[in-house]
């Protein structure tokens, strides 16, 4: 009797064990199957109970609109400053000249240009010349119908700038880039990434305030002097036409 019941005990073990495995490897074979995603969507009933709450929500809320103000306080700042930077000091039509490029060389594509104005319009060197941004350079001669303008970006071209933000003055020089590099005459520079770069109120030689460029990259701990790289605003791969200032007066 007692051999009976364990016979049939050790039967319905063996059904039950072949049952249970059978159940193990159908339900592999559906999670391979399907790719998990019944297996991800049983998991997410049973994590429910223990996701973040209402109070939660409500922090992460808040930190989202933190950021967005952060973000959009930043963008002010940076449209502000930008439009400083653009906002050319208006000159009189009597005191501009107004001249079109019309030759460069690509051995000096950095250093002069050609424009259709000469000593005839009133044009003489030393003359400031701006363009659709800012400052563009300082006319080196001319003819009677054209003049030769000196570009920022020519190789060891100097001028005097000003950062107002930090009341900073330096030397801007120019690179055969783009970019001149601004020297500072101060060895604590406190310049920044975004400064705005002016011609030096104090300047003899140039109208005061004109926009140059931006601030593009600091190097505080450089020697002899700290560097500061600008960005100009007015292009001068992208320039076709230009204004002469006639005088240097500030009105």
Known sequence: MIKARRKIGLHLLAKSSFWLI?????????????????????????VKPILPGTAQREWIKEGEKIEQKIRIKLLEDDNNRLRKALSLKSFNADQRISAAVIARSSRNWWQKLEINKGAKDGVTAGQTVIGPGGLVGIVDSSTILTSRVRLLTDPGHQIGAWISRIKQHGILTGMGTNRPKLIFLNKNSLAQIGDAVTTSPASTILPPNLTIGIVRFVDAKALPSPYAIVQLTASPEAIDWVQVLKNNDSK
């Open 22 to 46: 059978f159940l193990i490897g159908a339900l592999l074979f559906g999670v391979r199957w399907t790719k998990g995603t019944g297996y991800m969507d049983f998991y997410a009933v049973l």
